[in-house]
């Protein structure tokens, strides 16, 4: 009877933090959008219009219908086949809250989605006890990264909370915990798949190499805490990765064939200079505070400013603490462990270093290295990659996990030091200062406005002209706020769209001019047909081609937004049809024991009215 009370003691105490921990993250982060000034981050500048593009559209042609194309932006540009054309869940939050609030709830449901995640790999194939599982969890959901890219404006950028989970679906039911079949196994190596397709749907594409190196390193310190190799884990990661391939080939094909046209390896690749400016630049990210100043004297190569937020990794100095004083413990515990180290131990360090030195070494300048690093696809297309430091933070979490379960075993030493530790982080967080994001210069209230205005019954929104800003001397200025020029049904020329470079130095504007979209010069109208930035040659025409004044029908589609006939780029037919056939057989194979169950449930009713 003791025992189950104090069971039930230790849920109520978990509960009570983890709802509160939900509350505080929302209310602590959640108030900069806006902040007390009205504004957001810069970025949400191109985040908030493309919200509001994708509820035009969808007005038109449903809530589950994905654009290809979109009149709003640079005369017409793609939206299926860019990196950065998103349906993540703010796209379909959006058709129930404004664009805003639907950034805001995207951020609380994905910062509840980190904290289950982190707490199901914890407490699942890792056993950690209630507290030292709400610990690592805790310290995962108020990771600086998530939060403080979400309110620049990064939104694309809440897909890194799935890291945990991802790892979960990895691990669960391998080695600690009790055995699962081999039909569960593929079952949560199917989920895994479906849940490492977010980041490319989510517009965060460059997040997935750091977080398969984070999810890949948890499995190699869970072998290693096991002290056996695991080839479960490995054929899960393997057929996740082949599974994610199969089902997102068909996005795949069609942003390559875009990016074709718009190579960025033109950009330099900045780095530290040498390894311990660099260990020290993550050291400082994780632990401490943005070291964005040091990085201005430390990181050679730069050709764009690297402002705070892009150093914004930190899971506080509690998380620093408990993992110095659980390594401390376990080296003085331990002090002939070098003896008793296995081959297959050794062979899962090595892995393991390899993997987490990766983020550091990338981001190491030396122009041998570099030029290596620029011959590397997706890589050499980067202008920074320091965001794979976030690799580290699920890493660090679950590390400051497991060093509180050392230091304070039992009940009542991990409930207290839990505690203490959680009210820490609270506490930090609370106290850092927050200032560059309270400075923000993003007005979100025209779209919010936009969003919300009564519209007649008979209304659809449609682009009618390019417009172009101008200062007081007639000369065009790009600023921050021009893609809000869709509020008014004009398509900025000069938009902003980093596919075309930071200062659209790719973009191939001519011969558009400010003016009606359906005037007509050279046989041109004066809008671009998007489908010659994927299918140049299948489309009969040049990346950057007009509409002709034959194409009337598509143009008056188009600029209505509603889809228009092109012909799609090479291949993307076929790897449709394998993302669709896959995608269809996963989803049979994951209803399948819902079905069963649903059948069994049929026939034991059927007996009891018999």
């Not at 108020?142 to 909370?161: D, Q, T």
Request: aromatic share 14%; proline share 5%; net charge positive.
């Amino acid at each position: 009877m003791l025992y189950n009370f104090k069971v039930k003691l230790e849920v109520v105490w978990l509960l009570f933090i983890a709802v509160g921990l939900i509350i505080i993250h929302d209310q602590m982060f959640g108030a900069f959008l806006p902040g007390a000034n009205g504004l957001v981050g810069h970025d949400f500048s191109l985040g908030l219009p493309a919200l509001l593009d994708h509820y035009y559209w969808t007005i038109n042609n449903g809530i589950f219908s994905q654009p290809w194309f979109t009149p709003s932006f640079c005369g017409g540009i793609p939206v299926f086949a860019s990196p950065l054309g998103s349906f993540a869940v703010s796209e379909f939050l959006v058709n129930f809250f404004d664009p805003l609030t639907a950034i805001r709830v995207t951020m609380l449901l994905f910062s509840i989605i980190g904290f289950v995640g982190a707490w199901l790999l914890l407490r699942g194939p890792f056993a950690l006890s209630i507290q030292g599982a709400a610990v690592g969890a805790a310290l995962f959901q108020f990771n600086s990264f998530f939060a403080h890219r979400m309110i620049v404006g990064h939104s694309g950028f809440h897909s890194f909370m799935l890291a945990p989970l991802l790892a979960w679906l990895l691990l669960r039911g391998i080695g600690g915990e009790k055995s699962c079949s081999k039909s569960q196994s593929l079952y949560y190596t199917i989920l895994a798949a479906l849940v490492l397709t977010y980041p490319i749907w989510s517009a965060s594409a460059h997040l997935l190499v750091p977080m398969v190196l984070a999810v890949t390193a948890i499995g190699l310190i869970y072998q290693l805490r096991n002290g056996k190799w695991s080839w479960e884990f490995w054929f899960r990661l393997a057929g996740t990765i082949v599974l994610f391939f199969t089902l997102v080939m068909a996005k795949l094909v069609a942003v390559f064939a875009y990016l074709e046209q718009f190579s960025r390896t033109h950009y330099k690749l900045p780095g530290a200079d040498g390894i311990y400016n660099s260990l020290e630049l993550i050291f400082r990210s994780l632990f401490i505070a943005p070291p964005h100043e040091l990085a201005k004297a430390t990181m050679k190569n730069q050709q764009w400013l690297l402002d705070r937020h892009e150093f914004e990794y930190n899971i506080t100095w509690v998380a620093l603490l408990l993992i110095l004083l659980g390594a401390g413990d376990w080296l003085w515990k331990n002090r002939q462990f070098w003896s008793k180290v296995s081959t297959i131990q050794w062979l899962i360090t090595g892995l393991m270093v390899f993997v987490i030195a990766t983020p550091v070494a990338v981001n190491i300048y030396t122009p041998e290295w570099n030029a290596i690093l620029k011959q590397i696809p997706i890589i050499k297309s980067s202008s920074n990659l320091v965001r794979w430091f976030c690799a580290y933070i699920p890493i660090g979490a679950l590390a400051a996990a497991l060093a509180l379960d050392r230091i304070a075993p039992g009940r009542s030493k991990g409930v207290a030091a839990a505690s203490m530790a959680i009210s820490a982080i609270i506490i930090i967080n609370f106290n850092t200062d927050r200032e560059f994001y309270a400075k923000q210069s993003y007005n979100p209230a025209p779209i919010v406005d936009a969003y919300n205005q009564e519209k007649s019954a008979d209304w659809s929104p449609s682009i009618t002209a390019l417009s172009v800003n101008l200062n007081n001397k007639r000369q065009i200025v790009l600023l921050g706020n021009r893609n809000d020029a869709v509020l008014k049904g004009y398509s900025s020329l000069f938009c902003y769209q980093p596919i075309f470079g930071y200062r659209l130095e790719s973009f191939p504007w001519k011969p558009l001019h400010p003016g009606s979209v359906l005037d007509v010069a050279n046989g041109l109208y004066n809008m671009k047909n998007p489908a010659c930035y994927v299918a140049p040659e299948e489309n009969n025409c040049k990346p950057g081609g007009h509409f002709l004044a034959s194409q009337i029908n598509e143009i008056n589609n188009f600029v209505n937004y509603r889809p228009f006939t092109f012909k799609y780029p090479k291949n993307y037919e076929k790897a449709r049809f394998v993302s669709s056939t896959v995608g269809i057989l996963l989803l049979l194979i994951l209803m399948f024991p819902i079905l069963i169950t649903v059948k069994s449930w049929t026939q034991v009713l059927i007996k009891e009215k018999k």
